[in-house]
C-alpha cells in the first residue's frame, strides 16, 4: 500500500482564514512601528516645508502631505506609539481596579458585593462616549488624562467579568475538592480561581483596546485629543476636517490607520476566545 501525500492547507491557516492572518500581519506590523517607527519612514514627523503643503500622494510622499507640510505617512508611524501607550495603559489600569474588586465581589458577603456591583453598574447606565466628554472636559486631554479616563470606563466590564467567573467557579467540583484539603482565601483565588477566568479575561483584552482607539478617536474629532505637538491617529483626523475636499487623501489615510487598527485588535480577541474555548476549536477544525 503506498504512502499519500497530504495535500491539504496547514492547519492553522485553514482555521484563520486570509482576512484573519492579514489582519495578524497588520498588528505585527503596528508592533514594529511602536519599537522601531524610524524603520518605516525618513522624515521627521513634525517637519514643516511650506513648499509642499497639501501635496497629493507621490513617491516621495506616499501619503501626501498635510496643512504644515509634513509627511502624512510619518505622522501616522509615529503616532502609533503615543496610540499604544493610551490603549495599553487605559486597559491595563481598568485590569488593575477590575481583577481585585471582581474577586472580591464574587467571594464577599451580599453587602460588599452589592456596592461593588452597583458602583460598576452605575458607571455603566451613563453612554460611554458622553461620560468621556464629560470627564474630559473635568480633567484635561493630556496623554495620561485620556489613559485614566478611558480606564475608569473600563474597569466595570473587567470587574463584571471577574466576578461572574468566580462566582461560576466557586461551584465546580476542583474547587470544592481545593476547600476539603484545606485550600483558603487568597490562594484559592491566586491558584485555582484567577488561571481558570484567565481565558475569557484574554478575550476581552484586545476588544477593549480596540474601543479606546475608537473612543480616543471619537474625543479627538472632537476636539477633545490630546494637545499639539503631541499627535495620535484620532488628532490627525481632527486636523484633515477642514480639508475633506481639496485633500480627501489626508482624512482617509487617518480613517483607515484607526479602522485597521481598530480591526486586527478584535480580531485578535477571536481568535483568543477560539483558543481558549475548546468547544469552538472542535467546531473550527
Known amino acids: 500500500m503506498s504512502a499519500t501525500t497530504d495535500l491539504r492547507p496547514p492547519h492553522l491557516l485553514a482555521r484563520l482564514g486570509t482576512a484573519r492572518v492579514f489582519m495578524l500581519i497588520v498588528a505585527a506590523v503596528a508592533v514594529l512601528m511602536i519599537a522601531f517607527p524610524g524603520l518605516f519612514t525618513p522624515y521627521d514627523p513634525a517637519a514643516v516645508d511650506p513648499s509642499a503643503i497639501l501635496e497629493p ?4 510622499h506616499p501619503l501626501g502631505t498635510d496643512e504644515a507640510g ?41 453587602v460588599v458585593d452589592w456596592a461593588l456591583s452597583s458602583t460598576a453598574s452605575a458607571t455603566l447606565a451613563f453612554p460611554l462616549i458622553l461620560f468621556a466628554i464629560l470627564m474630559v472636559a473635568s480633567f484635561g486631554s493630556s ?47 491566586g491558584r485555582h480561581i484567577l488561571p481558570n477566568a484567565a481565558g475569557p479575561l484574554a478575550t476581552l483584552v484586545p476588544q477593549l483596546m480596540a474601543e479606546a482607539v475608537l473612543i480616543e478617536a471619537g474625543l479627538s474629532y472632537l476636539g477633545l485629543g490630546v494637545p499639539l505637538p503631541e499627535a495620535t491617529w484620532g488628532t490627525i483626523l481632527e486636523n484633515s476636517k477642514a480639508y475633506y475636499v481639496t485633500a480627501p487623501y489626508y482624512a482617509i489615510s487617518a480613517g483607515l490607520a484607526i479602522t485597521l487598527a481598530a480591526a486586527a485588535l478584535m480580531f485578535a480577541g477571536e481568535l483568543v476566545a477560539e483558543s481558549s474555548n475548546p468547544m469552538r476549536r472542535r467546531r473550527t477544525a
Open 57 to 60: 500622494p507621490s513617491w516621495a
Open 70 to 110: 509634513a509627511d502624512i505617512w510619518a505622522r501616522l508611524v509615529y503616532a502609533t506609539r503615543l496610540e499604544a501607550l493610551i490603549a495599553g495603559g487605559s486597559v491595563l489600569l481598568a485590569l488593575v481596579i477590575g481583577i481585585p474588586t471582581g474577586l472580591i465581589a464574587g467571594t464577599s458577603r451580599r
Open 143 to 189: 496623554p495620561g488624562s485620556l489613559t485614566l479616563i478611558i480606564g475608569f470606563l473600563f474597569f466595570p466590564r473587567v470587574f463584571l467579568l471577574l466576578r461572574a467567573q468566580t462566582k461560576a467557579l466557586r461551584e465546580r467540583e476542583f474547587i470544592t475538592a481545593a476547600h476539603v484539603v484545606g485550600v483558603r482565601g487568597t490562594r484559592m483565588l
